[in-house]
Structures are given as structure tokens and as C-alpha cells.
């Protein structure tokens, strides 16, 4: 026991001090700073990605800057950052930068197909990637009439304004081009518009030839086409083929020859086709050429024209008839007979038919 004077027992004690607080560990970290930070920016690039990812997905579909349709051709070999650009030079689409993020998140940057498109007014940048992808060009057509010669169909080949690229140096025979309608797009080549079409004639005929008649008197499919540019020359009625088709198969069997006034033409002109104002002469049916069949014996060297599928089809699988003789009925058709005489007979009425037409032509002149 410690003694203490009586002021002493009367002064206060001091009080004893709590101890000092100390901050968590956890708090004081750096690390638990940082990560608090990267979460916080994280939260906020999604934030700005997202809106960002939803501004670009709403001006990719939304209506574009087009008042009217256009049509814009896409060159072979242009890639997305190339076709983009010329889309927003064109007007076509309002942001070359949204257009080709757009196509890249849909995964289409080498999809685009080349060639000519048209797009409709108002089209979003959605609807343009969709028919950049489809391909859905502008098909042109180019029509080669059955019975056009081959020189023909190529001069018509060459003229064309939308194929491209120079004539192959090598061009097809006579009579191996397709009569048809080809519908292609702007930036293809006449060697391949010209190959394609050698390629389907050669399908069509070597189909038409596995299927013909066994008793043609056809040494091979050279004579078979050369007979059905033949017929194709003599009419253009669709029911008469395989009658006139028959007319000449008769006469080859009995050994007659054809005496087909078209041959007589081509030996005279060529490919290039006479004159339409131009009649034949009698000097030219005298004049002996390798395609002249009043001069001939059998069919000519080879094709005088292209022939349409109808008439490979007519040679194929002639009408059976004893009918060796026809001439023009004066209706755009033709009148058949069996013999000499029956033909003599039809071919005055024509004459008379013609002798009319004639003099009414003259009269109508006279009149004016």
C-alpha cells in the first residue's frame, strides 16, 4: 500500500488512453484500389461499346440517303474497304465506316459478288450488303435468231455495248452457236458469252442426234446439222419442219438432189448473207459452188446457218411422208406434192400469186 497525503488522494487521476485505431489491411491495398478501378472502367466500355454496337446496328438498318433508284457496278476484284467508299461517294450508303463494320460482324466481307446492281430508294445498308451477297446483277440479254449464220451472231457479239474484252482469236464453225435468248451481266467477256454458247448448241445436238430416227440417211452429225440449217433456211413455220425435214430426206434416199434455193445464197455470200434487196438470178443457180444444191449432188460441205433446236429435232424425226417437192403457198407457208407434175402445177399458182402482188405494187405506185 502506497501512502498518499490527503491533496494527493484528492487530485484525479489521469485516464489511461485507449489504444491508437489502426485501418483493415484490406482497405489500405493497392491492389483492391486498382482492380476497384478496372471494374469501374470496364462497366463503363461496355456501357459506351454497347451504345456504340446500337448506334451502328440502327444506322446499318435504317432507311438510306437514296430519293431514287440507282443502278452502281461493282468491278471485279474490289475489296470491302474499295467497294464501301465508292457506295458513300455514290450516295448509295451514308457511312463507309458503319457499312463495313456492319459487314464484317455479319461476316460477309468476301462474299460480294461483282457485277451491276440496282438499288431501290430508301435501301439501308443492310439491304445493300444483302444484295451485294446474293448477287442479284442486272441480266442483259443478247438474242441470236435461229437462222442466223454464225458471222452474224458474232458481228452482233462484237456490237454489244455491255459485254467486254476482245473476240477469241479462234471462233466457232458454222452453225455451233446456240439460238437463244443469254442473259448475262455487265463485265462479261464475249469469249466466255461466245464459249457458253458453243457449249449449249454442242449439248442440244449431240442430245437430238443420240435420239434420231435409225433409217436417216446421215453419214454422221456434220450432215445432220448442215441438213437442219437447211431446213431451218426453207421455213419458218413451226408445223412445217419435219414435213419439209421429210421432203428432204426423201430426196436423198432416192439420190435427188436437194435444190434448195438458201444453199445457193451461202455458196454466193458467205456467212455475211445476201442483200436483202438482192433476188436470185438464174446465173446464180447455174453457178456451181461447193454449197450450190441445184449444182450438187447430196448436202453441202458443212452447215449454212445455225439451226434452232425445232429443226435439229424436225431432221431427228421426220414426218413420214412420200411428199419429194414444196413451194411457197403464197400465206408465208408452203404447198407439198408427191410428184412432178402435182409440183409443176403448184409452183404456176404461185407464180400467178406473185404476178399479182406484182402488179398491184406497180398500181399502188402509179396511184401515188
Same mark, same amino acid.
Not at 177 to 203: C, N, P, Y
Not at 300 to 311: E, T
Given at each position: ?44 466500355? *461496355? &456501357? %459506351? ?6 448506334? !451502328?446496328?440502327? #444506322?446499318? /438498318?435504317?432507311?438510306?440517303?437514296? @430519293? $431514287? ?107 455451233? *452457236? &446456240? %439460238? ?6 455487265? !463485265?462479261?467477256? #464475249?469469249? /466466255?458469252?461466245?464459249?457458253?454458247? @458453243? $457449249? ?109 433446236? %425445232? ?58
Amino acid at each position: 500500500m502506497i501512502l498518499q497525503s490527503p491533496r494527493q488522494a484528492l487530485r484525479p487521476e489521469a485516464a489511461v488512453a485507449p489504444p491508437p485505431r489502426r485501418r483493415a489491411r484490406a482497405a489500405r491495398s493497392r491492389v483492391v484500389v486498382f482492380l476497384n478501378f478496372l471494374l469501374t472502367l470496364l462497366i463503363l466500355s *461496355l &456501357v %459506351a461499346v454497347g451504345g456504340a454496337i446500337y448506334y !451502328g446496328k440502327s #444506322r446499318f /438498318e435504317e432507311p438510306g440517303p437514296l @430519293v $431514287a433508284a440507282v443502278t452502281y457496278t461493282i468491278p471485279i476484284g474490289s475489296n470491302i474497304s474499295q467497294i464501301a467508299q465508292r457506295l458513300e461517294s455514290r450516295g448509295i450508303v451514308s457511312n463507309a465506316r458503319i457499312f463495313e463494320a456492319g459487314v464484317r460482324v455479319h461476316g460477309h466481307e468476301n462474299d460480294f459478288k461483282a457485277g451491276e446492281y440496282e438499288f431501290k430508294a430508301r435501301a439501308s445498308m443492310k439491304d445493300v450488303m444483302d444484295m451485294l451477297v446474293s448477287g442479284k446483277a442486272i441480266l442483259h440479254p443478247l438474242t441470236i435468231i435461229e437462222g442466223m449464220t454464225v458471222a452474224q451472231a458474232l458481228k452482233r457479239i462484237e456490237e454489244n455495248e455491255i459485254l467486254v474484252g476482245d473476240m477469241p482469236e479462234e471462233l466457232p464453225p458454222e452453225g455451233m *452457236l &446456240v %439460238a437463244d435468248t443469254q442473259k448475262f451481266s455487265r !463485265g462479261t467477256t #464475249r469469249a /466466255e458469252i461466245i464459249a457458253t454458247m @458453243v $457449249a449449249q448448241q454442242k449439248a442440244i445436238i449431240e442430245e437430238i442426234w443420240a435420239n434420231r430416227s435409225p433409217d436417216l440417211p446421215l453419214k454422221d452429225i456434220n450432215e445432220f446439222v448442215t441438213l437442219a440449217s437447211i431446213v431451218e433456211k426453207e421455213t419458218g413455220v413451226p408445223g412445217e419442219r419435219s414435213r419439209v425435214a421429210a421432203v428432204f430426206i426423201n430426196r436423198l434416199k432416192k439420190g435427188m438432189r436437194l435444190q434448195s434455193d438458201p444453199t445457193i445464197i451461202y455458196g454466193l455470200f458467205g456467212g455475211e448473207g445476201k442483200p436483202a434487196d438482192r433476188p436470185i438470178y438464174q446465173s446464180d443457180i447455174d453457178k456451181k459452188t461447193p454449197y450450190n444444191t441445184y449444182q450438187i449432188d447430196g448436202l453441202p460441205p458443212g452447215p449454212i446457218a445455225i439451226p434452232g433446236r %425445232a429443226a435439229l429435232e424436225a431432221v431427228a424425226n421426220p414426218s413420214v411422208t412420200d411428199d419429194l417437192y414444196f413451194v411457197a403457198d403464197g400465206t408465208g407457208g408452203h404447198v407439198f406434192a408427191k410428184t412432178l407434175e402435182e409440183h409443176n402445177a403448184n409452183v404456176r399458182r404461185w407464180r400467178a400469186i406473185e404476178k399479182q402482188r406484182a402488179e398491184e405494187a406497180a398500181g399502188g405506185d402509179g396511184q401515188e
